[in-house]
């Protein structure tokens, strides 16, 4: 006889649950679901840069094709970082699981995801560390949070560390003053010593590689695109403006992420620079060859990074310029800032930047030689030696989102904000905990701005936008400002979804804007080429 | 909707708000620090302050019996936020359907009484609607990720294709001249 089926009664068939079955974090394998991940990286970039393990592989496949003995290739790698970086040590020694950084992630704040929580995200590596490097992990095993290095682990790994963008903002509230920006940085060499990058980092970098810029953009593209933005601000502004290419002898040599030479609205941005430079008779070249400000290589490793960087004092020397200005970027800033000097440097060819306008003495960069363009405008803005009208951007309601490096990494909290004040009349801060050094992420940065994994940068930056829309509503902001090419690619995506209505600009766009040139014919549109404010005949 | 229905569903309004919050943040992975349930400041928890919000005013609107105009926003809110999560089409609109359950639970007593039934159906159907409208929201915020994707694109390289010749755009000016005559 067949065993009898027991019947649930129509109490319990209502009874529903909706909790999600929770398992153990280390039970709960990690799934990719098209959307929320990058594209694993081509065999031809990791072929190009020299990297190991190229091949045609994909995320969503089971075989990832891993060399064999690779858990001795990351064991080995591990072991040395933890001897060559004294601080990733520390960190993977020191967390007491307090759980202050828990819910500083965007990533956790927008998914719920226990992963992505700061403190889990480094106990993924930390778990490893364990377990084959103390003595507790290696005898109690589990019982001390260590576990084995598998496949599965690995997987995770790859699919946790490309879902943080190194923002830093945890850190800010670790009472330790755990990085875990740096705690992913290494998580990615690892990787990358296996073979698994994601297709937007590794493109860029080897594009940078062979090409100078990200965007793989060759000498002739990158005048002839500087051209065309010259053709536009003679039709805008009357005046024909003569940015030098590769000039040997110019005091100034001037490096943008490559971001800022094609595409929405990164032109209007480099508009302003060209606009700012040729009304004060700047002294200053663009370079063909150091064409990128921005560094991929630093989401990869700290060699690639170092390698691409090294473009950029060669180009000064070869040049003989006496210092450098740097465009409005992110991650670039964290670079030049805190890294330069050290793989590259010292570079005493070059003189501490000193304003040929104000005579200010950027003394902050005596060491790297170089100052972000928000530095030297904010100082000119302060010596009065701008003629500007604001009120040519009094349709704009604008607010200003920190960029996390800028902001975290260099501390370059006030100036763009002087700078906004004095070119707009309408200007309205985000809420407190969510500026300066605690600024939101716009969820696309360290490389993660690809379109394939555009759900996962809606969830990323939502704490962004949430604050956004607060102000958006309370003072009825539609334009978002900022100081980064990756938020000038990443943040109009993000606001059309969470607050459609709400551009994007960069700072200098604001300034180009509003700077009154000499000799200039009266304008009636904007570098957009829309209609000033009273001015347009097409209103 | 009867009159007794209506105030009986007002005076447990906010346990129901409170039951249907927490069967909402239950879809989310084991919150075990309560954060999304818990924490309060809608910039630190923009989750949990979308929903709290948003359930309240829905549930104000089906008491009320008004038009779905004025709580649509804040199912728009909602919906935006569950339909770029790890969630499959139904399981990110299973919220709206919860509602029927939380609210049989709480007003059991009443339903076995037999005061309530008619008025209990239709403020189901009104639920009904409700998810279709959700369903609309949905796919036009899943439309919009794609769509995203083809706008990037576009302003990444229509700069280009101009410049290259491969794209032209007719001037605004052009249009305005023909107006004119």
Not at chain 1, 22 to 45: I, L, N, R, S
Not at chain 1, 141 to 169: H, I, P
Request: net charge negative; with cysteine.
């Amino acid at each position: 006889m067949a065993p009898k089926v027991k019947l649930p009664k129509p109490g319990e068939l209502s009874q529903i649950d909706f909790k999600i079955p929770a398992t153990d974090w280390m039970d709960t394998p990690v799934e990719f679901k098209p959307g929320t991940y990058c594209w694993g990286a081509k065999e031809k970039d990791l072929l190009t840069l020299g990297l190991p393990n190229p091949r045609q592989w994909s995320p969503a496949d089971e075989d990832w094709k891993i060399p064999e003995g690779w858990e001795t290739t990351i064991l080995e790698g591990m072991a040395e970082r933890l001897s060559k970086y004294r601080s990733f040590k520390i960190f993977m020694d020191i967390c007491v699981r307090c759980g202050a950084c828990a819910d500083k992630c965007h990533f956790y704040i927008a998914t719920g995801d226990p992963k992505n929580m700061p403190v889990l995200r480094a106990e993924l590596l930390r778990s490893v560390y364990k377990r084959y490097f103390t003595k507790s992990g290696k005898f109690l095993g589990r019982l001390a949070g260590a576990r084995e290095l598998d496949m599965n682990v690995l997987k995770e790994w790859w699919s946790y560390f490309f879902q943080c963008t190194e923002c830093r903002r945890c850190s800010v509230f670790c009472p330790y003053g755990i990085d875990q920006a740096e705690v992913t940085i290494i998580g990615r060499e690892l990787l990358n010593l296996v073979g698994l990058n994601i297709d937007w980092i590794s493109g860029p970098v080897a594009n940078c590689y062979m090409k100078g810029n990200h965007l793989g953009l060759e000498p002739h593209a990158i005048t002839g695109n500087i051209e065309s933005m010259v053709d536009d601000i003679e039709d805008i502004t009357g005046i024909r403006v003569n940015p030098t290419f590769n000039r040997k002898g110019a005091e100034i040599m001037f490096v943008t992420p490559s971001g800022d030479l094609l595409g929405e609205p990164g032109i209007q941005t480099c508009m302003g620079y060209l606009m700012l430079f040729h009304e004060l008779g700047l002294d200053y070249t663009w370079s063909t060859y150091a064409s990128e400000g921005g560094n991929f290589g630093f989401f990869t490793s700290n060699d690639m990074a170092k390698r691409l960087n090294y473009k950029i004092y060669a180009e000064a020397k070869r040049l003989g310029v006496k210092w450098i200005i740097g465009g409005e970027c992110g991650h670039m800033w964290r670079v030049l800032n805190q890294y330069m000097d050290t793989w590259n440097g010292p570079a005493d060819f070059l003189e501490v930047p000193k304003s040929p306008i104000t005579g200010t003495v950027f003394e902050n960069a005596k060491s790297t030689k170089m100052i972000h363009i928000s530095e030297f405008t904010a100082d000119l803005i302060k010596h009065n030696k701008l003629n500007l009208d604001p009120t040519r951007n009094d349709h704009l309601k604008v607010t200003f989102h920190d960029s996390c490096n800028p902001s975290r990494g260099m501390g370059l909290l006030e100036e763009p904000r002087e700078i906004i004040r004095a070119v707009c009349n309408n200007f309205y801060e985000m809420p407190e905990n969510t500026i300066r050094e605690k600024t939101f992420c716009c969820g696309s940065g360290s490389g993660l701005n690809a379109s394939e994994n555009m759900e996962q940068r809606m969830r990323g930056g939502f704490p962004r936008a949430n604050a956004v829309k607060y102000v958006k509503e309370k003072h009825g902001v539609n334009m978002l400002a900022n100081i980064c090419a990756v938020d000038r690619a990443a943040l109009p995506a993000l606001m059309d979804y969470w607050n459609p209505g709400v551009g994007v600009t960069g700072v200098t766009e604001l300034v180009g804007n509003a700077l009154i040139m000499k000799g200039e014919k009266e304008r009636t549109t904007n570098l957009r080429f829309e209609d000033l404010p009273g001015k347009g005949g097409n209103e | 909707m009867e009159l007794f229905f209506r105030d009986l569903l007002k005076e447990r309004k906010s346990a129901i708000v409170e039951k249907w919050f927490d069967a909402i943040i239950a879809t989310y992975p084991m919150d075990t620090s309560g954060f999304l349930k818990n924490q309060r400041d809608q910039f630190a928890n923009p989750i949990g302050h979308t929903f709290s919000n948003g359930i309240e005013s829905i549930l104000s609107t089906l008491i009320e019996g008004d038009t779905f105009a004025e709580g649509l926003p804040f199912l728009e809110d909602i919906i935006r936020v569950r339909a770029i999560q790890d969630f499959t089409p139904a399981k990110a609109l299973n919220f709206i359907f919860m509602l029927k359950t939380i609210v049989r639970e709480e007003l059991e007593k009443e339903i076995r009484l037999g005061q309530i039934s008619s008025a209990l159906l239709g403020f189901e159907s009104k639920i009904d609607d409700l998810a279709l409208l959700a369903f609309d929201i949905y796919v036009k915020c899943r439309e919009q990720i794609y769509e995203l994707k083809t706008d990037e694109l576009k302003r990444m390289t229509f700069t280009l294709l101009k410049k290259a010749n491969l794209m032209s755009e007719i001037p605004v000016q052009e249009f305005e001249h023909n107006d004119q005559k």
